[in-house]
């Protein structure tokens, strides 16, 4: 039966380099549950991450489970205002200064939100993880954000280039697997661009 199924697994192709799914809690817990105690080294306002989780909870979650399932993105100012962690957003990717700072990804991302030919910036929550007392000593975690902009993909990438993104898809073609949709509509004339990082 082993022999069986390790022939099985070494006959499939490799699948495709997608965004991976967000590991889920072994128990899903209610947000309201969570009480947020930093951990050591970890650099962030305690009411700033408690807004963060009500904001979430506005938007309809009321377990971790929910964010995920939900598709539940943020504003640029619920994510980083009182978060000072780089490893919040992009863990793996170290792009140069001044893009080295939370602070510097929000300025950034705010520049490009404020261009005319951009109608919003959204970042999706990828992961919260509490301990087992429900204590959150880290802010919640995002691998990708959202850009809904009439300009083409190229001239996406290039406001982008400079925090290093792996993957840049236009959402408004079908995703084969149905694993990339928007967290929100796009207007007339904008396009949701899905940006992610591994």
Known sequence: MLEWLHRKFRSQSPPQALRPEAPQPVVDKFLLRLHVVPDQGEDFDI???ERLLDVIRSKGARTINDVFRMNIAVTIEDFFDG???KHSIAAN???PSPFDSAEAWAIHLKT???RRDVHDVLIP???IEPYEDN???SWPYADSIWVYSSLPLDKVATLLKPLRPDEL?????KDPDGTIVPPVPAPPGITPYWVWWD
């Open 47 to 49: 009411k700033a991450c």
């Open 125 to 127: 929550i990828s992961m």
């Open 83 to 85: 978060n000072r962690c």
């Open 169 to 173: 898809r236009d959402a408004s073609q």
């Open 93 to 95: 990717v170290e792009p």
């Open 135 to 137: 204590r959150l000593g």
């Open 112 to 114: 490009i939100r404020a």
